[in-house]
């Protein structure tokens, strides 16, 4: 069992930045993949970044490819969100989640991931 809990949301300008933290407890993260899920209003949950917590592998989505970067620090058991150049299409809640045995080719799918957070709110508007 992971307990995971998101913070370092809020409002922003276009062109600004962000940094999302996510604390995992519960267990110890080896053979966990750790991802990053956003849900703007109406529309489905969306893959944005995940990592493998042993490997340091990272997988984005194309939409924040080059933008936003994904990262962990072992000793703290946080991963951690990196988000430059946001837009107003980026607004959305942001979900951390994790689950173990996720092989590479599902990285990217939101259903792949067990365990959840309870969502920080990102807000990009001038």
């Known amino acids: 069992q992971v307990q995971l809990v998101e913070s370092g949301g809020g409002s922003v300008q276009p062109g600004g930045s962000l940094r999302l933290s996510c604390a995992a407890s519960?267990?110890?993260?080896?053979?966990?993949?750790i991802a990053w899920i956003r849900q703007a209003p109406g529309k489905e949950r969306e893959f944005v970044a995940a990592?493998?917590?042993?490997?340091?592998?990272?997988y984005y989505a194309d939409p924040v490819e080059g933008r936003f970067t994904i990262s962990r620090d072992g000793a703290m058991n946080t991963v951690y969100l990196q988000m430059n150049s946001l837009a107003p299409e980026d607004t959305a809640v942001y979900y951390c989640?994790?689950?173990?045995?996720?092989?590479?080719?599902?990285?990217?799918?939101?259903?792949?991931?067990?365990?959840w957070g309870q969502g920080t709110q990102v807000t990009v508007s001038s």
């Open positions: 990592i493998r917590w042993s490997s340091r592998s990272t």
């Open positions: 519960g267990s110890t993260l080896s053979g966990y993949t």
């Open positions: 989640a994790a689950s173990s045995g996720v092989i590479s080719s599902n990285s990217y799918n939101p259903r792949a991931y067990k365990y």
